[in-house]
Structures are given as structure tokens and as C-alpha cells.
């Protein structure tokens, strides 16, 4: 009773409505009730008299009708009113309703998609996804060991949080706010070079004492559409073998420009994966690796035990998006083909379509990538037909300053449509037939 009675407090600028509304159904009511009574000859003495006698009402339909749609009118306009100032409370950062309505209920119904990967590449592809479906996973790498992320790993025994906060600003509703926030780095004092959203990881774990359930939370603060999870709960490092044998361990030590990667590892090789990603792997219906860095990104999920498994047996369908350009001391010289043929070298033949870019790149964009001993990734398609991977191409470039990255709404709806084209899972090609596809075709 006591909540009840302070909806009667003063200067809430509801009840004011609410009051109109229940008049102006009222009135709707009445006139309803005796113009029915003009013309149904029933509940004539019953209604239309007394209104007579005690309203001083002469029931002349023209008059009944306009009180009734006054009444309607106040009725709709109150609600409306009281709607409207409860939404303030509840949304002060001036969402619309019909916002909210599509991001919490229309996006739920939208398809089951897992990404996997690491680094920008993977938050870049978010980006997109999220417009058409909130029942997004995201599956990240835990073996980076450089910058903000190293030095909490290694000071406070979490696991690495920097690409976990950008994924999860990336799903976050008022994402431009929130990256300015998270991505703040504080630059002097003890805190130099580190992230505001890296801390309130690690501030979140050590309160919580599970770094999963730091996700969790953080992801409940953001109002994140989807949900990210780390591939493994267990602390690993990655350690690389160049072609020459030698050995070198950490993730930010492995890119040597001119050092050719043999192969990459765990330690320990036996990390238990987490168990909620294999299940959203197992349910998905599409499955998307990349697009972030070869070695280094992507691979280190792969050799989590089990998620290689998981992928091989899920039944949606698995896309692998090549990235734009080659990598200083990963991807060096790599075509499109090397790329799938060292994905499949550890994962199998997983993945059913590759995606490319098929834009150019322009020329002072060119010249400042050579310059690190990077270029365009040569999309050499009868290789790819070689390793059964069909190559779907389509004009995917954006640049930012001087960095080339995948257009996240072009890259998203290239996606969607191929999700929904009603294509093999494992496209087969005749002797003359091409390979390549476009979106077009594929729709």
C-alpha cells in the first residue's frame, strides 16, 4: 500500500495524464453507451432515460459521437502522455521507444552467429552483426600478452581483457560513449598505458573472483547485444616455431618481419575449452573465423582442444573472412589460397565459403603498407577451388586515416545474405565453371 500511495506524490508529472486518460474513457464510455441506446431499442429506458433525467443529456447522435471521440482522444493523448514521462526515468539518454523495441525484442529472433577470433578485426565485424541480431557469441583468443592486457595478466594472474572490452564495445547499445570511456588510456602516473575498460575488468574479476562472471557483468552494464566469452578460462601462452627452428614464446614476440612462421602452439596444449563456447558453436547457424590476424588471432582459439572438434561437427554454415591486407612477420607475400591452407592445416576443411575483398586499394594507402613489407592479399581463385572453399568477392574496403579494415555494414550484410541464400552447404563446381561468387549470385 505504502508503494502504492506514492504514485499520489506531487510533481511526479504522471497522475495529471493518468487522470486525463481515465477521463477521457469515461466520456468514450458514456457517449458509447447512449448512442447505443439510440438506436438498440433495448437498453433504451434502462440507459437512455436516466441519462435524462440525471445528466440533462438531449442524446442527439451528432453530439454523442463528438463526446466520444473527444473521450477518445483525451484517453489516447493521457496514456500517451504518462507513457512518455515514465520512458524519461527509465531511458534518460533519449532512446526512442520503437529503438528499444526492435534492439529487445525483434534482434532476439534474429539468427544464431559465432565469431571467432581476436584483435579489431573481430569487434570490426560486431559492429555490423549486431543490427541484425542480437544472438551473437563472440569467441576470443586469451594468449595476448602485450601492452595494458600483459601487464594485468602478468600482475593481477587474470587473462588478458583487451580484446575482450573491444568486442564488448563493440556489441554495446551506446557504443560511440562507451569507447571513448573504454579506451581512454591514462597517460602517466602508474597507470600509464592502460585502459579504463582493461581495469574495470580486472576490477570486476578480482570483486567477483571469476573473471567470466567480469564479463558478465560488464556486459549487463553495457547492454551488450549478444554475449563474448574468452575460448578458454585457463591461463596459456602462445609460442610460435620459425621456419629456421628457432622457438619464441608470447603472442606480441611472434610477428618478426622476414621470419616465416613454421607452426604455432599452447602451453599448456591441453586447456580445457569453455564449455558455453562449444555449446554456441554446436547451435549456431553461422560460424564466421575472422577477420584479425592469421597467427596470432585466430589460430590460437583453434588449438584450444575441443573447439577444432566442435567446428567440424556443427552444422551451420562456417565462413572464413581473408583479410584485406598481408601481415609484417605473420602473412607476409600470403595469398588468399596460403591463408585457407594454413586454417586448414589446423582446423581441416572446416569452412565452406572464403570472403575477399575485391576493391583496390589505393595507391598512397599501397605505398605507406610496403613500406612494413605489407600488401593486398592476391585472391588467386583456382586455388581456393583446389582446397573446396568457394571465394565469394565483393567490395569491402574502408579506410580509417591511413588503416585498411573491413566495411562492418557491407561485411555484415554480405554475411547475412549469404546465411539466408538458399545455396549447398558445400558448393561443388563443374570443370568450367567459376569459382567466384557475388553477392548478387549468391542471392
Not at 618481419?257 to 569453455?274: K, Q, T
Not at 590460437?300 to 572438434?309: F, K
Not at 572464413?320 to 600470403?334: A, D, L, R
Request: hydrophobic letters at 45%; proline letters at 6%; aromatic letters at 6%.
Amino acid at each position: 500500500m505504502r508503494q502504492l500511495a506514492k504514485w499520489l506524490y506531487p510533481g511526479l508529472q504522471v497522475k495529471r495524464w493518468l487522470l486525463l486518460a481515465a477521463a477521457g474513457f469515461l466520456l468514450t464510455l458514456a457517449s458509447s453507451a447512449l448512442l447505443a441506446a439510440r438506436f438498440w431499442p433495448f437498453p433504451r429506458q434502462l440507459v437512455l432515460e436516466w441519462g435524462k433525467a440525471h445528466l440533462g443529456l438531449a442524446a442527439a447522435w451528432p453530439w454523442l459521437v463528438l463526446g466520444g471521440l473527444a473521450g477518445l482522444a483525451a484517453n489516447i493523448y493521457g496514456l500517451y502522455r504518462a507513457v512518455k514521462s515514465l520512458l524519461v526515468v527509465v531511458q534518460p539518454d533519449g532512446t526512442r521507444l520503437v529503438d528499444l523495441l526492435y534492439a529487445r525484442h525483434f534482434l532476439k529472433r534474429g539468427p544464431r552467429i559465432v565469431v571467432i577470433g581476436g584483435g579489431t578485426g573481430l569487434s570490426t565485424l560486431l559492429r555490423g552483426l549486431k543490427k541484425y541480431t542480437s544472438n551473437l557469441t563472440a569467441i576470443v583468443s586469451v594468449a595476448d600478452d602485450g601492452g595494458s592486457s600483459g601487464r594485468l595478466r602478468q600482475d593481477m594472474g587474470i587473462l588478458p581483457p583487451g580484446d575482450i572490452r573491444n568486442c564488448l564495445v563493440a556489441l554495446a547499445d551506446r557504443e560511440s560513449l562507451m569507447e571513448q570511456l573504454f579506451r581512454y588510456r591514462f597517460p602517466s602516473g602508474e597507470l600509464a598505458g592502460h585502459s579504463l575498460g582493461n581495469l574495470l575488468l580486472a576490477g570486476m574479476a578480482d570483486l567477483t573472483g571469476s573473471f567470466q562472471q567480469a564479463v558478465h557483468d560488464i556486459s549487463r552494464v553495457l547492454a551488450v547485444r549478444g554475449r563474448v566469452l574468452p575460448v578458454t578460462l585457463q591461463k596459456c601462452t602462445l609460442g610460435a616455431r620459425y621456419a629456421d627452428g628457432e622457438v619464441v614464446w608470447g603472442e606480441s614476440s611472434i610477428p618478426q618481419p622476414g621470419r616465416p612462421i613454421a607452426e604455432v602452439f599452447l602451453s599448456p596444449a591441453d586447456c580445457p575449452p569453455l564449455p558455453e563456447a562449444v555449446a554456441a558453436i554446436a547451435q549456431a547457424d553461422l560460424i564466421v573465423l575472422g577477420p584479425g590476424s592469421l597467427y596470432t588471432s585466430i589460430l590460437p582459439n583453434l588449438l584450444v582442444p575441443g573447439i577444432r572438434q566442435a567446428l567440424q561437427q556443427a552444422a551451420g554454415r562456417k565462413v572464413y573472412v581473408c583479410n584485406v591486407m598481408t601481415q609484417p612477420g605473420e602473412t607476409e607475400g600470403f595469398t588468399a589460397s596460403r591463408h585457407l591452407e594454413v586454417l586448414q592445416q589446423y582446423a581441416g576443411r572446416v569452412v565452406d565459403w572464403m570472403i575477399v575483398n575485391r576493391a583496390p586499394v589505393p595507391a598512397a594507402v599501397r605505398e605507406r603498407y610496403a613500406a612494413q613489407q605489407a600488401g593486398p592479399v592476391l585472391v588467386d581463385e583456382a586455388e581456393c577451388a583446389r582446397l573446396g572453399v568457394a571465394v565469394l568477392a565483393e567490395e569491402l574496403l574502408q579506410i580509417e586515416g591511413q588503416v585498411v579494415r573491413h566495411h562492418p555494414d557491407r561485411l555484415a550484410s554480405l554475411l547475412m545474405g549469404l546465411l539466408l541464400a538458399d545455396r549447398p552447404l558445400r558448393p561443388r563446381w563443374g570443370n568450367n565453371a567459376r569459382p567466384t561468387a557475388s553477392l548478387r549470385t549468391v542471392l
